[in-house]
């Protein structure tokens, strides 16, 4: 892991700030996400990380009185730019909530192909060839393959979220935020999506929130950890959790407080 | 407190539900009791083939009827329908999905005003806008009275039902790269189609039984017309003329209307609860 310098960093803030009215959720971040690997965010419960997580792609836009301030580079665009629209944004960095959110009056099928479908692509042949190759990335085709046309509503919890990261597949987002996508989820739906994620850093580049450390050492590359909206240390995974620079990682990560 | 003194708690609680349901639902009967009693003589089959023609016919015990009516209450609720349903749901969606819009506040005083306003309004501003405009009374100014009559309660419906529908669904849909309009339009309002659908028939129902705005817009015709730019019968302005007019025949095709409109509005029910439930099992797992 010592070869970070060496990798291409693919999303990159500057002195991120979001603030809730009078309270300030994230303070100043500055990070780097490297292509290709997968970024943990831990910390306590308020710490900002999931707050952070939804700055990048600008899902506090529609918040009445939340303010972002700052700067997120995506291949050294500014995400944040006026020319920036938010709708082209969210396409380059997709999204995956902590609860599944299969949407409830649409098919299997329709489901992974909504992103594409409700922006106007029609064609059958293109729409069948993405949401064949976007279930076979979230390891769902075989499971679904023969129901296509029964409602997202009808899986189980677990295929219903790797349904939903099939759906943000489909869009071929370049940056998949993970919003502790595992916590609604039993042990074995868990092991899965871990699992998924392996595989998918091939091909995305992905930021994960968890509030499970155990997880956090299993699936990232490198481990970011917040406390009280700043970003206290942001290294290899392994070195987070071996040899941690900072003293507060230290004692957090040995339960010292939560 | 003893389990028993819990128990008699219990049991009187549900004892003042029942009583206060009792309260709702007895009146109701002792009306449509009394109207099929006295209207149930007068509907023959003439009275669905005949139209009521001049007041001699009645004078004369030749047969009449209320064809006119009962055509003309379809024809010009559906079309105004057809005009509230559009405004209507783009207002609700505008008062729930963009409440940032400086609009929006305007459109919820608006309908909430609208809501408490006295129907005959809704005909004095039909007849102010249409009639005085048109040059005449006719089946279309009925319909835009009515049409405003039902706007405001589908706008009100739509707009707290779609607030109901969990924001994580629009959540999910913009963090696809989905633009505002299609998240709400193929996501949102899918999702609370049974309570917009319920909604409009709230309104139907609502305005079906208007007589006031139709008194001064559609006028009433006492001959079968298809045509909307003249003047048009319609039950609930039927029944309030037949009940003021001095012959006995008249009276009792007044209750016999009463029966019609009541089961006109009934059967709007039943059918729109039928197509909800349809439109819901399609989705269930």
């Not at chain 1, 792609?57 to 972002?68: E, F, P, S, Y």
């Not at chain 1, 091939?202 to 970003?231: C, P, W």
Request: charged share 20%.
């Amino acid at each position: 892991m010592e070869t970070s310098t060496q990798e291409s960093i693919r999303l990159e803030t500057k002195d991120l700030t979001v603030r809730y009215g009078v309270t300030t959720g994230v303070q100043n971040v500055s990070a780097q996400v490297y292509d290709k690997h997968v970024t943990a965010l831990i910390g306590p419960s308020g710490c900002g990380k999931s707050t952070f997580l939804r700055a990048l792609n600008r899902m506090h836009d529609l918040g009445a009185d939340i303010d972002v301030s700052g700067q997120v580079f995506l291949d050294g665009e500014n995400l944040y730019a006026s020319s920036m629209d938010p709708v082209v944004v969210r396409r380059r960095v997709g999204m995956v909530f902590q609860k599944p959110t299969p949407f409830p009056t649409k098919s299997i099928y329709e489901n992974v192909a909504a992103g594409l479908r409700l922006v106007g692509t029609r064609k059958k042949s293109v729409l069948d060839e993405v949401v064949e190759r976007s279930l076979t990335d979230a390891a769902l085709w075989d499971e679904v393959k023969d129901r296509l046309r029964s409602p997202g509503g009808s899986l189980s919890g677990g295929q219903q979220q790797r349904l939903c990261i099939a759906r943000a597949l489909a869009v071929d987002p370049e940056v998949l935020l993970m919003d502790e996508p595992t916590s609604s989820l039993d042990p074995m739906a868990t092991r899965r999506i871990e699992e998924l994620i392996q595989k998918l850093k091939d091909k995305v580049t992905i930021i994960i929130v968890t509030h499970n450390m155990q997880q956090a050492s299993r699936v990232s590359d490198y481990t970011a950890f917040f406390y009280v909206g700043e970003l206290i240390e942001l290294s290899p995974t392994e070195q987070v959790f071996s040899n941690p620079k900072e003293a507060r990682t230290k004692e957090y990560l040995s339960g010292e407080f939560s | 407190m003893t389990l028993r003194a819990r128990y008699a708690r219990d049991r009187f609680a549900e004892a003042m539900f029942v009583l206060a349901t009792l309260v709702v639902i007895v009146p109701l009967f002792f009306i449509i009791f009394h109207v099929v009693v006295n209207g149930f003589s007068a509907l023959n089959y003439e009275f669905f083939t005949e139209e009521l023609g001049s007041p001699s016919r009645a004078m004369q015990g030749r047969p009449a009827g209320l064809v006119h009516s009962i055509v003309g209450t379809v024809i010009i609720d559906l079309v105004a329908l057809g005009m509230a349903v559009p405004f209507g749901i783009s207002t609700g969606i505008m008062m729930s999905e963009f409440q940032e819009h400086p609009l929006a506040p305007v459109a919820r005083l608006m309908t909430s005003t609208l809501n408490g306003m006295p129907a005959v309004l809704m005909g004095l501003l039909a007849y102010a806008l249409v009639v005085k405009n048109t040059g005449g009374f006719s089946a279309l100014a009925g319909s835009v009275a009515l049409a405003f009559v039902m706007i405001p309660i589908i706008a009100r419906t739509t707009e707290s039902v779609l607030r109901v529908t969990p924001w994580s669904l629009r959540e999910a849909g913009l963090a696809l790269g989905l633009p505002r309009w299609r998240v709400t339009t193929a996501l949102v309002i899918p999702a609370a189609r049974a309570g917009v659908v319920t909604g409009i028939l709230i309104a139907f129902a609502r305005a079906a039984g208007e007589a006031a705005p139709l008194l001064l817009t559609s006028l009433g015709n006492n001959f079968l017309s298809f045509d909307m730019t003249r003047p048009m019968d319609t039950l609930p302005q039927r029944i309030y003329s037949l009940a003021i007019s001095p012959y006995r025949q008249w009276h009792s095709m007044g209750w016999g209307a009463a029966i019609i409109l009541l089961l006109f509005v009934m059967i709007t029910f039943y059918v729109g609860r039928v197509v909800i439930n349809r439109m819901e099992k399609q989705f269930r797992g």
